[in-house]
């Protein structure tokens, strides 16, 4: 995996292994509460473990058009939040209200298991919401939330795929993490997930999809918006 140098103001999501303490930060820090949904809408690409984020707007988890942080690129190549996680948890004081542990892979339409999870989240007001999690059966795609609005009614936002531009993609099972045979449509032997790959620019774009270059098919692709994003008032 190639390391590259942020140059946004924050890096991006949690660790599945502080998914725990972050969830013990949820609804200390802020004001309001809000509970968010995330659906799935594709029948190809599980979600990975993330982060939902509220903060200040003058604050960004990712913008396309500009590099990743390297939290960002450690979700989207291989769905590992640690770095991010830590350089949330510091920036507590600096625009960052609240972060949210997304705990578990949110699973692909047909699966056996549910599409969809909730999650709990605090804020102050002014604030926004932002998610970064990984396309699973992707090199390095990922669903994005950039800024989202915080309101006292109930909101929706349909969330794209992104491509962090830190991973060609060649759409071979040994530069895709395991968990895509696992969890994807189509079975693939574990084989250690190699990433040692060139980079594609280092620019977040939006995602071009699958084009059936490597082993992934047309069974891991997807048509326009992959996830829908719910956000209710909390009582």
């Known amino acids: 995996m190639k390391t590259a140098h942020s140059i946004l103001v924050v890096c991006s999501i949690s660790a ?16 309001n509460s809000f509970e968010v949904t995330i659906t799935n809408l594709t029948a190809g690409q599980p979600f990975s473990p993330g982060v939902i984020v509220t903060h200040s707007p003058d604050v960004h988890l990712f913008e396309a058009g500009a590099e990743p942080s390297q939290g960002v690129i450690e979700i989207a190549e291989n769905g590992m939040p640690e770095t991010a996680s830590e350089m949330l948890q510091g920036m507590m004081d600096s625009g960052i209200t ?7 892979p949110i699973m692909r339409m047909g699966a056996d298991a549910p599409n969809e999870a909730s999650f709990s989240i605090s804020a102050n007001e002014g604030d926004v919401l932002s998610i970064v999690t990984m ?28 491509d962090a531009g830190s991973e060609v993609n060649n759409e ?12 994807g449509p189509v079975m693939f032997e574990e084989d250690g997930n190699i990433n040692d790959i060139a980079d594609d620019g280092n620019v977040i774009a939006e ?8 082993d992934l098919t047309d069974a891991h692709g997807w048509s326009g918006p992959v996830a829908r994003i719910s956000i209710a008032p909390g009582s």
């Open 135 to 162: 396309l699973i059966c992707t090199n390095d795609g990922f669903v994005g939330v950039d800024s989202m609005p915080l309101s006292g009614e109930m909101t929706e936002m349909e969330a794209m795929a992104y």
């Open 172 to 183: 071979l099972t040994n530069s895709i993490v395991d968990p895509c045979g696992a969890a």
């Open 98 to 104: 609240d972060v949210v542990a997304i705990d578990a």
């Open 16 to 31: 599945l292994a502080a998914s725990s303490a972050l969830a013990q930060m949820s609804n200390e820090a802020g004001e």
């Open 207 to 214: 995602h071009a999809g699958i084009q059936g270059v490597g």
